[in-house]
């Protein structure tokens, strides 16, 4: 059996044990011995997190060749359009080559915790929300995404990866649970 800990990362907290230049991270979070992340959430992401104690586990969950999906809740600057939409669903082309096709939906404000900073907004420029789901797992691939096709994000919310779900888990809240490996 293997440990896998689900955990609610912060904004602006590092998905990291050690400290680096005065940021938070993990061990002001999660107390367990022998833990480490399967994956990242850069410092200016919030959401799903999933550390493990078994290393095979680790592998599977955050290598891309494995295809694991992993869904994020966007808040894009503008009025997100159809034209965008189907280009971030066929794949967007990047400087570090074309992405994979997503699936991608405009949705309604979601109900989420409020930011801590909030986003700058500006009054004359909408935001939209849309739901992106991935099957790869480049450095900070969502914001290069929607700035490519000229939606900026200013929230990046993960809340799934593969089957784990982050449902109710408040920011900084993680939770315990074993599973076959």
Known sequence: M??????????????????????????????????YPAGRLDRDSEGLLLL??????????????HNKKKRYLVQA??????????????????????TRPASAT?????????????????????????????REGRNRQVRRMTAAVGFPTLRLVRVQIAEWLLEDLEPGQW????IAD
């Open 2 to 35: 293997a440990r896998l800990i689900l955990f609610n990362k912060p904004f602006g907290v590092l998905s990291q044990f050690t400290p680096e230049a005065g940021h938070p991270c993990l061990a002001d979070y999660i107390d367990q011995p022998k833990v």
């Open 52 to 65: 493990t104690d078994n290393g095979k586990l680790q592998q599977r969950l955050s290598n891309p060749r």
């Open 77 to 98: 600057e503008g009025d997100i359009s159809k034209v965008a939409l189907e280009i971030l669903r066929t794949g967007v082309e990047l400087k570090d080559g074309r």
């Open 106 to 134: 405009r949705i309604n404000t979601p109900s989420l915790w409020p930011r801590v900073p909030p986003i700058r907004v500006r009054e004359t420029v909408p935001t939209s929300w849309l739901s992106l789901t991935l």
């Open 175 to 178: 939770i315990s649970t074993t």
